[in-house]
């Protein structure tokens, strides 16, 4: 059945689709979720491994690193796939993909393996991940239609805390610290798998899907100025989430001899989850306000986290992990949101994929050169320089907010189309 349109009571376009299936957006939101929880299990274990198979912090940076790597490739090749060929088996082959990679971490016997598992892991979540934000919002739920833009920005912070800390206390507490977490993920994934023969395909097949393949930011003509615009915020948020991620399992036993796998799990479940609450809170806030808060928060967040690791107060820490979360999820999500009501339904993959591929490249990137330098001038000045990077990227965005009118003023219009969204008023673009 074709899409039709009709006008609303305040002389906008709205779509009268066939009725959306509520089953299908949950759906769809379990499978980003677990698709991206499954990307944190490896950070709580990597003491583990750094002890059994001697690993050196370059080398488990190195692992870290590859992953985001394979995953950059994906979002530039397959990034705007599903846009052409349909959502259902761009999802099927990438959830298919990330379970491989479970079973490859189970059968790991050594660096070699992990960097394997790391980059199979790494090219199938870059796939899914574009694919997913889109479907949920072409499933986006009737009554609630900023529902789906809230999950795109809560999701992935929520993912992460999840998995990192579940993979901490399985790996604490359970047997197989070494597979069982990825036992678990990859059931879970299958079971996920299975359940999109249930979810409706709600994007037509449009030629082109081999030059989609191109390495490419598919970033739509209606969204580009504002893309400029908030890149800063997008920037920082990742940066600090790899600061969190790939510095901190190292930090916590260097600096305090806190060597509890939940320990770890927990910290960065703190900084993601505070990040995942952030967003759920701000969705009525004024988008352009909200992401203001944010990168006060980025810059506020690393200074008192860092400041109380080289005062060796664990308790201040954890505070400025939890001012850290404040502003990872602000700062990503409310440009993300304002992002997303920029596209249009046949360019939703594409532009979620550009948003992940500056996110991810500023979430790799700066834990390879951290993974460099640490063995020679050590963890906290590591850190440190670390921290004053993600400092230095939130101060500049946030300079380029307040001074300019432009960005004022583009940053206004699609804060306004988010509320129109927020309110059920939907425009067809």
């Known amino acids: 059945m074709a899409p039709t349109e009709r006008t609303s009571d305040h002389g906008q376009a709205v779509s009268t689709q066939p009725r959306r299936s509520v089953v299908a957006f949950w ?75 479970m ?15 790391r980059i199979v892991q790494g090219v199938f979540v870059g796939v899914l991940i574009g694919a997913l934000g889109a479907a949920l919002l072409d499933h986006s739920l009737e009554r609630h239609p900023a529902l789906a833009g809230v999950l795109n920005g809560a999701v992935p912070p929520i993912a992460l805390a999840i998995g990192a800390l579940s993979s901490g206390m399985l790996v604490e507490w359970a047997p197989l610290p070494e597979q069982l977490v990825y036992i678990v993920f990859g059931a879970l994934l299958v079971l ?23 390495p490419t930011l598919g ?39 806190v060597t509890d796998h939940v320990a770890a799990g927990g910290f960065i479940a703190a900084f993601a989850g505070t990040g995942a609450l952030t967003g759920v809170v701000i969705q009525r806030m ?37 001012i850290a979360g404040v502003g990872f999820g602000a700062g990503f999500q409310a440009g993300l949101r304002m992002l997303l009501a920029t596209a249009s339904p046949a360019h939703r993959a594409g532009l979620l994929s550009a948003i992940y591929v500056a996110s991810y490249l500023a979430f790799g990137a700066p834990s390879v050169v951290a993974g460099v330098f640490e ?28 001074r300019s009118p432009r960005t004022a003023a583009l940053e206004q219009a699609a804060a306004d189309e988010v509320e129109r969204i927020a309110t059920g008023t939907i425009r067809t673009v």
């Open 192 to 214: 996920a798998a299975a359940t999109l023969v249930v979810v409706p395909e709600r994007v037509r097949k449009q030629p082109g899907a081999l030059r989609s393949l191109r």
């Open 286 to 322: 004024d988008a352009r306000h909200a992401v203001v808060l944010g990168l006060v928060a980025l810059v506020v967040g690393p200074v008192v986290t860092l400041g109380f690791v080289v005062a060796h107060l664990l308790v201040g820490v954890v505070v400025g992990a939890v």
């Open 27 to 101: 759906i769809v939101a379990a499978m980003m979720f677990i698709s991206v929880a499954s990307s944190a299990i490896p950070s709580p274990i990597y003491p583990v491994y750094a002890a059994e198979w001697h690993l050196s912090p370059l080398m488990l940076t190195g692992v870290f690193a590859i992953y985001v790597a394979g995953l950059l490739v994906s979002l530039l090749t397959a990034g705007a796939l599903s846009d052409h060929v349909g959502r259902k088996p761009v999802l099927a082959v990438g959830a298919l993909g990330v379970v491989a990679a």
């Open 375 to 402: 063995p020679s001038v050590g963890i906290v000045p590591v850190s440190v320089a670390y921290g004053g990077f993600v400092v230095l990227a939130a101060v500049v965005a946030l300079v380029a907010q307040l």
């Open 103 to 117: 079973v490859l971490f189970v059968l790991a016997n050594g660096v070699a393996m992990l960097i394997v598992a």
């Open 219 to 257: 970033i739509p003509a209606s969204s580009k100025r504002l893309f400029r615009s908030v890149v800063g915020a997008l920037v920082s948020s990742w940066a600090l989430g790899g600061m969190f991620l790939s510095i901190v399992p190292s930090l916590l036993p260097a600096v305090f001899g």
